[in-house]
């Protein structure tokens, strides 16, 4: 099923005629689009989009249900370690696809299926905390770098490793790591080629933040017994959506172009993605990093300095409208808000009565809370259209592997799209590198 993409409230005749863009770009986008797609598929062919391919790994698919399979009951916990696009992306799987308060759950209730805990920083007390809780000779680490030499995640490595033996013993603790990096290069492989630990390869042309679908998200996703196959398809299906020829039915092609128009011609330099579901609150994270980190460059394709880049921001409906939504309606017109509609909740648990209830609540007994929910997003959206403010909404039918793999397959080609608006290179990240040289720099590493 195709994801449907509403951007009517983006333009200024269903608002307030005054702010929002111009109905007029319709067709000047739709012009333009011929261009965009030919160039996406010009440095497709270059090695640059290597995300797209991902729907299609039926090899992967078979040796992690293989591997999981012979895991079987030997681990409670499965801790893994990584920042930023190696942890994000697990995060949102765990949120979205496992009931809330999944590690809270009893061992009987998870069906045995483990815990997940992530380790992205290297902030002593949480990492100690974590450490205490979590039984080493039942947790299985997933070490995830696709640099395989990053501080923060390779800092943790070793104090998990030292946790791991002081429980289990030197040998032994192989048998509870499983890394997943670049196939040839880093001191991560070199450490699963020489000690033979189990490891998985991030594809050298697929960046941090676009790893999800490969093993930097699967490998946890099979871990928790997640439908990964689904995952792959539901990828799949945005990539074949997002070749359509016509803007008007390119949802991920159009997100991005009124998203850069919008920031181009009306300023909107924030972009809210705000789902109305707790089960895509850390995909609006995972959203955060891949939209930052991919479009904020200092310089334009051609090597100008240009400092560009929208600021994503992450929310959650209802829960926001009693924290940033005052901002979003009445604050600058500096932003642009895209709801994601979950469409599988409007009828579920339905509000009860009492006898003595005050009049002025009566009005909820008998009406389920996904109507609630969904009123909400409804008076969000209008509150916001009659204040001239642009929204767009994307619906989703469920939150199941397959919806969640277009989901984030979406936002991803989306992501590409919008390089090619912006005029960067959506791939690259100078500023994190810098911030990784300088950090080795104050740690004294050798050759810096
Ligand atoms: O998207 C990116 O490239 C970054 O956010 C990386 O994911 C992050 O810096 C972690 O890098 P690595 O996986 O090499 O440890």
Not at 4 to 25: E, I, K, N, S
Not at 345 to 362: F, G, K, N, Q, Y
């Amino acid at each position: 099923m195709t994801l449907r993409y509403d951007d009517t409230f983006m333009f200024r005749d269903a608002l307030d005629q005054v702010h929002g863009l111009d109905p007029a770009l319709h067709a000047t986008l739709g012009a333009r689009f011929a261009d965009v797609r030919a160039e996406v598929a010009r440095r497709t062919a270059g090695g640059d989009y290597g995300f797209m391919k991902l729907g299609d790994q039926p090899a992967l698919v078979r040796r992690l249900q293989q591997w999981r399979t012979s895991l079987h009951g030997r681990f409670d916990h499965l801790l893994v370690l990584g920042i930023g696009g190696s942890a994000l992306g697990a995060k949102a799987l765990l949120n979205a696809l496992k009931p809330p308060a999944w590690n809270e759950w009893s061992a009987q209730h998870r069906n045995g299926v483990p815990t997940l805990t992530l380790l992205e920083n290297v902030d002593p007390i949480t990492v100690h905390e974590t450490l205490q809780r979590l039984d080493p000779r039942r947790t299985l680490v997933n070490v995830i770098s696709k640099s395989g030499g990053t501080a923060e995640t390779l800092a943790q490595y070793l104090v998990v490793r030292q946790w791991l033996e002081h429980a289990v013993g030197e040998a032994a603790a192989r048998q509870h790591l499983v890394i997943t990096t670049d196939p040839d290069k880093g001191a991560l492989r070199a450490i699963a080629r020489d000690e033979q630990i189990t490891a998985f390869d991030v594809p050298p042309d697929v960046g941090g933040r676009f790893s999800v679908l490969t093993a930097v998200g699967l490998v946890p996703a099979a871990v928790l017994d997640m439908d990964i196959a689904a995952l792959l398809a539901g990828a799949a299906a945005a990539v074949r959506d997002a070749d359509a020829t016509e803007l008007a039915a390119n949802a991920a092609a159009r997100y991005a172009a009124l998203q850069w128009q919008a920031q181009a011609s009306r300023a909107a330099n924030v972009h809210v993605v705000m789902p109305y579901s707790d089960r895509l609150k850390e995909f609006a994270e995972w959203y955060r990093q891949l939209w930052a980190e991919s479009l904020g460059k200092k310089v334009d394709r051609a090597g100008r300095e240009a400092n560009r880049g929208p600021t994503p921001v992450g929310a959650v409906g209802a829960t926001d409208q009693h924290s940033q939504v005052q901002l979003f309606i009445a604050g600058p017109f500096d932003k642009t808000i895209t709801f994601i509609r979950v469409m599988d909740t409007a009828d579920m648990l339905v509000i009860p009565s009492r006898p003595e209830l005050p009049a002025e609540l009566a009005y909820l007994p008998g009406k389920s809370m996904g109507a609630l929910l969904d009123a909400e997003l409804h008076a969000t959206r209008e509150a916001l259209r009659s204040q001239g403010r642009m929204s767009s909404t994307l619906e989703l039918g469920t939150v199941d592997a397959f919806h969640l793999g277009q989901l984030m397959m979406f936002f991803q080609v989306a992501t590409g799209y919008a390089g090619v608006w912006y005029d960067v290179n959506p791939f690259d990240q100078p500023g994190v590198e810098l911030g990784k040289v300088l950090t080795f720099k104050a740690m004294g590493r050798a050759g810096y």
